[in-house]
């Protein structure tokens, strides 16, 4: 585990009695920032007011950050096990996309056996919905196994209860920018690790032809610790094939190397590599706005699940376990085609030396 000096992720934390306010990580401890660095934007209980202030604004208050910790700051460090973690930022708009192709071609196998997997469209943009920014939870909430519409005539608990272990990227927008022009560094603030639990038997019957709609929309997942982009390690992305149009075309290496894992009751199940995705944050963000939508501080934008081609590297249950006819088999005998009551799924992922902060929920 290794949240050092190149990592400092952001959060929200309240010590008992005391009211939320912005901290980062720095190994087994939070630093209290408000305190550290004696800005009053840190003593709000979410992070868009400083994800408002844009990015000269976070290059330089990182490196304050490390340079306060290189000179100690022993009393604004607080023990983890002292404090409680928020939602780390107030959700504004949600999208959620589908950028894996493995997951693509895996999934339209699955529903539509009897078409092509890739729809048409999907090698020429980055194909994704609007999702539910108000049910974006902290990790450790509990996540409440959804009822609805399973099929024609049938109501009732959702029996296919699944993860989709997805990056998620935040938003902070200066107001003197307001709309999306500019490079992608300068709207995206960060990174989490983000599950987005899936009905798959109400999503299935519902989602011709508008789309995911109540089976996303109960609840989604994030860490309470925002990586900042900076820290992360680049890499050119996948090779595309067709070229994709010029406002899609990357100016940089935003692929990311990211190792994710797939936690599920303390057994990993999955090892999704985030390289393999074919679509690139930045040009999810160029495609989201491209219409004219514009960007508001706190909005959240989510990669889809994260498949590799191996069986043992996709993200999400309805492909490890080819809708539930070849269960998983756990240590103890057990086995789970889609989630149980009481079970409890983590992910935890690694960029070369750093961790990203987890993100975990029990079904209840
Ligand atoms: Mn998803």
């Known amino acids: 585990m290794s949240f050092g000096i190149d990592n400092l992720p952001y959060g929200v934390f309240s010590r008992r009695g005391e009211s939320p306010r912005v901290g980062v990580r720095f190994e087994d401890r ?57 939602l780390p ?25 009897n078409s092509e997997p890739l729809t048409p469209n999907w090698r020429h943009l980055p194909i994704g919905y609007h999702g539910r920014a108000g049910t974006v939870v902290v990790s450790g909430t509990p996540v409440r196994r959804p009822n609805g519409q399973l099929k024609a005539g049938v109501f009732g608990p959702c029996e296919r209860l699944d993860i989709e272990a997805e990056l998620g990227f935040v938003v902070g927008v200066p107001s003197e920018l307001g709309s999306p022009a500019g490079a992608f560094e300068d709207h995206v603030f960060g990174v989490t690790l983000l599950n ?23 609840a989604t997942s994030i860490s309470p610790w925002i990586t900042p982009l900076e820290a992360l390690p680049r890499v050119p992305g996948p090779a595309q094939d067709p070229e994709p149009l010029d406002y899609l075309r990357r ?3 935003w692929g990311l190397d990211i190792a994710v894992e797939v936690w599920l009751n303390g057994e990993i199940v ?19 706005t491209v219409n004219g939508a514009s960007l508001r501080t706190g909005d959240l934008f989510a990669s889809g699940t994260i498949s590799g081609p191996e069986r043992e590297e996709r993200g999400s249950l309805i ?43 029990t079904i209840g």
């Open 30 to 86: 939070v630093l209290d920032l408000a305190a550290a660095l004696g800005d009053e934007v840190f003593l709000a209980p979410s992070l868009n007011p400083f994800m408002a202030r844009g990015r000269q604004a976070w290059t330089e208050t990182r490196a304050r950050i490390q340079d306060v910790l290189r000179g100690g700051a022993e009393q604004h460090l607080i023990p983890l096990d002292q404090v409680t973690l928020h």
């Open 89 to 113: 930022f107030e959700v504004a708009d949600y999208v959620d996309f589908y950028c894996s192709i493995d997951h693509a071609s895996n999934v339209g196998k699955i529903f539509r056996p």
């Open 270 to 288: 999955s090892r999704p590599p985030y390289a393999s995705m074919y679509w690139t944050p930045d040009q999810m963000l160029a495609h989201m």
């Open 196 to 218: 987005d639990w899936s009905a798959r038997d109400i999503q299935a019957w519902e989602y011709v032809p508008l789309g995911p709609f109540l089976g996303k929309s109960f």
């Open 251 to 253: 100016g940089a290496d």
């Open 319 to 361: 492909e490890l376990t080819w809708n539930g006819t070849d269960p998983i088999k756990l240590a103890g005998g057990e086995t789970r085609g889609f989630l149980q009551d009481g079970d409890t799924v983590t992910l935890r992922a690694t960029a070369g030396d750093l961790t990203l902060g987890e993100v975990s929920g």
